[in-house]
């Protein structure tokens, strides 16, 4: 269900999960900067939809994204950038101002949208792509997905954030050999490292996220998911104290929510709850 016209992305939303499908399949997903404004644009969307509890990233045919698309990037330094204009009505701001500055450059926006994100990653996974997948909250990965930093071999460094999110997910060893070497590994690779927290079948992604996003949406507080992925993002980069006087302040405003009282009662009358949803105002 979309009002947009998406060339380069797939946008559906079926009540609690939205899911938005990069949809260059010919060249395996990778980015054009008119498919990084819609996915953008579309995020945000799915962030204001009421139906929506949870949001997640995949490909369409057998990648998920192998980065930026070498052919567009030739374009754009031949001058040939005609789609520069028909962008405009793509200008979306997801995510959470309150938040603060730290996640508002470029893609850092990810994690400051108001409800989870996950990554379904059914194929190639590299360089931008990757870089992306590790700004989401969470990435289901087929066994047979393919992953690489790609930077190294092409001149480059560590790209859009990877160096800060990498580390904090594989640690610092294992970050730099797959900054340094770019070599390919498989998503049993992402899963033993920590890159992946959920290791499925080839084909399985897309459903696992679903359901992962449903049994989400029939049991807890969506503005709980939000608060508490604010608080993970958040105090990555601040001190224990700052964190905690934060986090007391916000468990405050937490047992004075209709949230609070829906959750006691549904426990004392062995039901399942009836949270209210999280629009982007919130």
């Not at 990084?36 to 204001?48: C, G, N, P, S, Y």
């Not at 929506?52 to 998920?64: A, H, N, P, R, S």
């Not at 480059?156 to 997910?169: C, D, F, N, V, Y």
Request: charged residues 25%; proline residues 4%; hydrophobic residues 45%.
């Amino acid at each position: 269900r979309s009002l947009m016209h998406y060339q380069d992305i797939i946008y559906q939303v079926d009540d609690p999960v939205a899911v938005i499908k990069f949809n260059r399949p010919e060249a395996l997903n990778a980015f054009t900067r008119r498919m990084l404004a819609e996915i953008r644009h579309a995020l945000a969307a799915a962030e204001q939809d009421e139906n929506v509890v949870g949001i997640i990233l995949t490909g369409e045919g057998k990648g998920f994204c192998p980065g930026m698309d070498m052919n567009a990037l030739d374009a754009i330094s031949d001058g040939n950038n005609g789609s520069a204009q028909s962008l405009a009505e793509f200008k979306a701001q997801p995510g959470d101002p309150e938040l603060g500055d730290n996640f508002q450059v470029t893609y850092s926006y990810l994690m400051s949208i108001r409800k989870p994100v996950i990554a379904a990653i059914n194929g190639a996974c590299a360089g931008l792509g990757l870089a992306i997948a590790t700004m989401t909250d969470l990435r289901i990965v087929e066994r047979s997905a393919k992953f690489s930093t790609a930077f190294s071999q092409r001149g480059l460094i560590a790209e859009h954030g990877i160096s800060w999110t990498l580390p904090r997910l594989i640690g610092s060893g294992n970050a730099l050999d797959l900054l340094w070497s770019a070599r390919k590994f498989t998503g049993e690779e992402a899963k033993s490292i920590g890159l992946a927290e959920k290791l499925v079948d080839d084909g399985d992604a897309l459903a696992t996220a679903i359901d992962y996003v449903r049994s989400l949406a029939a049991s807890c507080a969506p503005k709980s998911l939000q608060v508490m992925k604010a608080q993970v993002y958040r105090h990555m980069n601040m001190e224990l104290g700052d964190a905690m006087r934060e986090t007391n302040d916000w468990m405050a405003a937490s047992l004075q929510r209709d949230d609070f009282r829906e959750g006691v009662r549904s426990f004392i009358e062995k039901r399942p709850p009836n949270f209210e949803r999280v629009k982007a105002a919130d």
